[in-house]
């Protein structure tokens, strides 16, 4: 069964450093997103994206976050100066397209842990 | 603004019992209601999902019920089992959307 991949699975880092968390949607996916879900806390979203370009955020996607894909296939999300508050788990997502009742298919997500 | 509400956040339930989770919705718009199943440390992974043209779907032993007047649905995990232990989100997305809301969470512990 196809799906999604994401690294690394736990990355700890000190506030203020840049993280990039990697995601390797399903293949013939066409829509990508990125959801946060604070320890014990319930899913949020934080940005989509289609044909290369965010198609909506949420508040919480500020400045500091940015997402790209770079090359096809991975997708990523950086945070260019993590905060405590960025503490984590991410996960990526993906679905085929927009028609009909959309399958979101989600990763194992990545533990980000600042400090 | 919390677009779907979620309830209990928290439920415990004897092998063989039945657990009921459920949701809250404000925007008439949204028209698909998925609910995942989420073990620890894992993804959210899709368990059922209703449109509502129906009032009922039922999978095996989980069924959504859903009351478009009062614009809520609830998940029922029948025979519940302890490998039905997991946190259980609803959402809620405009059919052919872009965005999915999630609720908040229900832990669920089925006791052998």
């Known amino acids: 069964e196809p799906e999604v991949t994401q690294t690394p699975s736990h990355q700890v880092t000190q506030m203020g450093q840049e993280v990039i968390l990697r995601c390797v949607p399903i293949?013939?996916?066409?829509?990508f997103y990125w959801y946060r879900q604070i320890l014990g806390q319930k899913v949020e979203f934080l940005v989509s994206?289609?044909?290369?370009?965010?198609?909506?955020k949420s508040e919480i996607f500020d400045d500091q976050f940015s997402v790209e894909r770079p090359d096809g296939s991975n997708f990523t999300l950086k945070i260019r100066s993590t905060k405590l508050e960025d503490s984590a788990m991410y996960f990526c997502a993906s679905i085929w397209g927009l028609f009909g009742a959309n399958v979101l298919t989600f990763g194992a997500g990545s533990r980000l842990t600042v400090l | 603004q919390q677009q779907v509400k979620q309830s209990p956040q928290s439920l415990i339930v004897q092998k063989g019992g039945i657990s009921i989770i459920n949701c809250a919705y404000e925007n008439t718009a949204f028209d698909y209601f998925p609910w995942y199943q989420q073990f620890p440390g894992k993804g959210p992974a899709l368990l059922i999902a209703i449109r509502p043209d129906v009032s009922e779907k039922k999978e095996g032993r989980f069924t959504i019920s859903f009351n478009k007047s009062a614009k809520q649905f609830s998940l029922h995990i029948m025979d519940s089992q302890p490998g039905d232990s997991a946190t259980y989100f609803c959402a809620a997305s405009k059919m052919g959307g872009n965005q999915f809301y999630f609720g908040t969470g229900t832990s669920l512990t089925v006791i052998p």
């Open positions: 293949s013939n996916h066409l829509y």
């Open positions: 994206f289609y044909n290369n370009e965010i198609s909506e």
